[in-house]
């Protein structure tokens, strides 16, 4: 089974600090994704990689950025954290083109980030 | 701009029952619709997928039913359950595009 972690379930931080989201995936997988879910508004993706040191933005990059030095590993980084960046974020990873279920996103549980 | 519209927002249905989400789309080069579903305090997972060469596609009481014509596809739940109750997303997806295009979302409570 995909096995998608997130570093913490729960973050409190104050306005202004860095924050770092963690989040490892165990299937090789070449893509992954960082996404923010608030009520009503759905899933709206952040920043995805499809590759080591490879990224792209998403539909809301702003106030973020994101590292991934390993292929298993891809973090989300805010460099001042602010209040409208409390959230629930979720990682994703999904295998390359031609695997079996290369379509399939994996999701991690969530972080949920309290901004004060 | 809302790719994937999904309707309703909300949906309450009695055990045994049907229920029913819809997701209409614009984008005719989308080739790829899954159906993830959120219990509280968890990730997504897909729970069915399908794609635009077939009408229809079922998994024990789940079904998808396509409409390639009308550029819609639902999520039929027959005999509703309890532990059905969740959030529910469509979404949509281009050739070899890697984004999800997803719908806002759907929260299903079923009633015993």
């Known amino acids: 089974d995909v096995k998608v972690t997130q570093s913490s379930r729960y973050l409190v931080k104050r306005t202004g600090e860095k924050v770092f989201l963690e989040c490892v995936q165990d299937?090789?997988?070449?893509?992954m994704f960082w996404y923010r879910q608030d009520p009503g508004l759905g899933l709206r993706l952040i920043y995805f990689?499809?590759?080591?040191?490879?990224?792209e933005k998403g539909d809301i990059p702003e106030g973020y950025s994101v590292s991934r030095e390993k292929k298993e590993r891809f973090s989300l980084i805010l460099e001042s954290a602010s209040t409208n960046q409390t959230s629930m974020y979720l990682c994703a990873s999904r295998g390359a083109s031609g695997i079996p279920s290369y379509n399939e996103q994996f999701f991690g549980p969530g972080t949920r980030l309290t901004v004060l | 701009q809302q790719q994937v519209k999904q309707s309703p927002q909300s949906l309450i249905v009695q055990k045994g029952g049907i229920s029913i989400i819809n997701c209409a789309y614009e984008n005719t080069a989308f080739d790829y619709f899954p159906w993830y579903q959120q219990f509280p305090g968890k990730g997504p997972a897909l729970l069915i997928a399908i794609r635009p060469d077939v009408s229809e596609k079922k998994e024990g009481r789940f079904t998808i039913s396509f409409n390639k014509s009308a550029k819609q596809f639902s999520l039929h739940i027959m005999d509703s359950q309890p532990g059905d109750s969740a959030t529910y997303f469509c979404a949509a997806k281009a050739g070899n595009n890697r984004k999800l295009i997803w719908g806002l979302g759907t929260s299903l409570a079923v009633n015993p």
């Open positions: 299937m090789d997988h070449e893509n």
């Open positions: 990689s499809y590759d080591v040191k490879m990224k």
